[in-house]
Each structure stands twice: as C-alpha cells, then as structure tokens.
C-alpha cells in the first residue's frame, strides 16, 4: 500500500492534518520532523541553529532517504520538497499531497518562527522563504489541496476524499 505524504509550509496543518487522516484512514502515522529529533537527540532549531540551513537540509534528507515505509501517513518537514533525492524516494511508494495556503494565513499561524526550527538563512524573510519554497511544493505535488479558510474537519476530509478517489 502507498504513502499518503503530506508537504507544505511551516503552519500549513501537515502534522495535525496528518494524524487525523491516519486515524480516518486507519493508517499508521509518522511525522518525519520527529523521526529527526529522535535519530539526532537534538531538537530542530538546535540542529539549525549548530548546522545551518543548507547542513539542516544535508541531514534531513539522510533522514528521509533512510525511512522504509508502507501504508502510512507521513508529515514532512517543510524544507523537505527542496531536497530532490528525499522527494525521489518518498514518491516512490507514496501519493505527495501538498496543503496549500496564501502567504497572509501561513503568517498568521507562525508566531514562533524563531524557535520553531525551520531551515531558514540568516536575515531571510518568512515571505522571501514562502515565495522560494512554493514551487518546490507545486513541482512535487501529485494532489494538491487548499487548506485556507477552512476548519481543520473540512481539511481532513478533503485530504481523506483525495486519497480515496485514487
């Protein structure tokens, strides 16, 4: 059985969106930031923080190249859509669903973006990294849905109705 994996922004809804559609779906749940932690010890921003954004990506991809999945709901990080190979390899048993929002909503969610651990440079802004990231998202996507706007129950069914029509 594939993966159903869920990419998009920081604040777009992928790990409380994914473990809703696990439990819908009756599917075992992973959120690949946590995955991170786990093999690391070391906590996001901490990664971050010691390695840089383009060595937090280093790692996350080995993360991501090393998970062996079947039948599961995967949470990505968001800065996973901009590693090619990490992307190759989920794809390869998985449907790549991508939670979409406008650049005000994703804004509005980040209040800790400082703290959050998200692969950002120095001095870049949440916009320039929005603008940067969002057709890396649109470039993997197989599905995608418009999370904006809607409660958190109109998301998960959207994402469930998807993964049933295919």
Same mark, same amino acid.
Request: proline letters at 3%; charged letters at 20%; one cysteine or more.
């Given at each position: 059985?594939?993966?159903?994996?869920?990419?998009?922004?920081?604040?777009?809804?992928?790990?409380?969106? $994914? @473990?809703?559609?696990?439990? /819908? %779906?009756?599917?075992?749940? #992973?959120?690949?930031? =946590?995955?991170?932690?786990?093999?690391? *010890?070391?906590?996001?921003?901490?990664?971050?923080?010691?390695?840089?954004?383009?060595?937090?990506?280093?790692?996350?991809?080995?993360?991501?190249?090393?998970?062996?999945?079947?039948?599961?709901?995967?949470?990505?990080?968001?800065?996973?859509?901009?590693?090619?190979?990490?992307?190759?390899?989920?794809?390869?048993? $998985? @449907?790549?669903?991508?939670? /979409? %929002?406008?650049?005000?909503? #994703?804004?509005?969610? =980040?209040?800790?973006?400082?703290?959050? *651990?998200?692969?950002?440079?120095?001095?870049?802004?949440?916009?320039?990294?929005?603008?940067?990231?969002?057709?890396?998202?649109?470039?993997?996507?197989?599905?995608?849905?418009?999370?904006?706007?809607?409660?958190?129950?109109?998301?998960?069914?959207?994402?469930?109705?998807?993964?049933?029509?295919?």
């Amino acid at each position: 059985m594939k993966n159903l994996i869920l990419i998009g922004m920081p604040g777009s809804g992928k790990s409380t969106v $994914g @473990v809703l559609c696990a439990k /819908a %779906l009756g599917m075992p749940f #992973v959120d690949t930031d =946590l995955v991170l932690q786990e093999q690391s *010890g070391k906590l996001l921003q901490q990664m971050v923080n010691e390695l840089g954004a383009e060595g937090f990506l280093r790692r996350e991809q080995e993360c991501i190249l090393g998970l062996h999945l079947e039948g599961a709901v995967v949470a990505t990080g968001g800065s996973v859509a901009l590693e090619d190979a990490a992307m190759a390899h989920l794809k390869r048993n $998985g @449907v790549v669903l991508y939670l /979409a %929002l406008p650049f005000a909503e #994703v804004e509005r969610r =980040l209040r800790n973006i400082a703290t959050r *651990g998200i692969a950002m440079g120095p001095g870049e802004s949440l916009r320039a990294l929005y603008d940067y990231r969002r057709p890396w998202y649109e470039k993997h996507a197989d599905l995608t849905i418009e999370a904006s706007g809607q409660t958190l129950e109109k998301t998960v069914s959207a994402v469930v109705a998807a993964w049933r029509a295919l």
